[in-house]
């Protein structure tokens, strides 16, 4: 069971908790339709059996171990083709939470959170429309935060990281705070600044690495465009990938 969150303005201001689901992201998007709920709700359970992550892979977490929740966000200020903004601000939000408690966390294009190529978090973002513009965006998280074990060798947690464990309320109170801070700074148009530090704290930015596109490739990522598409720089010049076009090697 979960408290509100006590040192935000309005993220977790409303919480939902349920003990096992499916899928936060499922459960809030289906609340959407049936009630006006408040900017910063948070649906969050103890046990998500169908976690979704970026195409469509499946999200490992131990009951009880994890945090797995979604927000609620109406973020109408932002045009249809800025909703990568959003993505840059919730990731910087998770690496606030994480470099608190030590250095080494970098963001992998274009919305996991790896700790030295290992996988610590996951961000699912659903948006609705209104015309040009965002209506509501649906922000789900999966932060391994007290797991151990794992199927996949390249995932980790944060008490893997540190070798401390972490209590999974105040975890999600210091998150809370950071998520809401960075979109406040994006509300304020700080877009430039946000992207700055994306960019800064990316794994692989201005390295040389191979990818896989149509062909095996040399590149190194030199930005994002406005669209959230990656820029590689290859000996032909500079190219263009949306998601699921490009995958590191």
């Not at 979960?2 to 499916?22: E, Q």
């Not at 992201?25 to 959407?32: D, G, I, K, P, T």
């Not at 009880?64 to 109406?74: A, D, G, H, Q, V």
């Not at 720089?233 to 995958?247: I, N």
Request: aromatic letters at 10%.
């Amino acid at each position: 069971m979960y408290k509100i969150l006590a040192k935000t303005l309005f993220v977790g201001k409303k919480l939902v908790f349920l003990p096992s689901c499916h899928s936060t992201n499922e459960v809030a998007s289906q609340m959407l339709k049936d009630e006006k709920l408040p900017e910063g709700t948070i649906i969050i359970t103890n046990n998500q059996t169908a976690g979704k992550g970026q195409r469509g892979n499946s999200w490992e977490a131990q009951p009880e171990k994890n945090l797995t929740f979604s927000m609620i966000l109406r973020p109408q200020f932002l045009a249809a083709n800025e909703q990568f903004q959003l993505n840059m601000s919730i990731s910087l939000g998770i690496l606030d939470f994480l470099n608190q408690y030590k250095n080494g966390f970098l963001v992998k294009w274009p919305n996991d959170i790896y700790y030295h190529e290992q996988k610590i978090a996951g961000i699912l973002i659903q948006n609705n429309l209104k015309a040009s513009n965002i209506e509501t965006s649906v922000v789900g998280i999966g932060l391994n935060i007290n797991q151990e074990d794992f199927s996949h060798p390249r995932a980790t947690s944060l008490k893997l990281a540190t070798s401390k464990e972490l209590t999974l309320q105040d975890s999600l109170d210091q998150l809370g705070s950071c998520l809401e801070s960075r979109y406040i700074q994006l509300k304020k148009g700080d877009a430039a600044a946000l992207k700055i530090e994306y960019l800064n704290q990316m794994l692989g930015f201005c390295e040389d690495r191979l990818f896989k596109a149509d062909e095996i490739f040399n590149g190194k990522i030199t930005g994002i465009d406005k669209d959230g598409r990656l820029e590689i720089e290859t000996s032909s010049g500079l190219r263009y990938f949306a998601f699921k076009e490009v995958a590191f090697l």
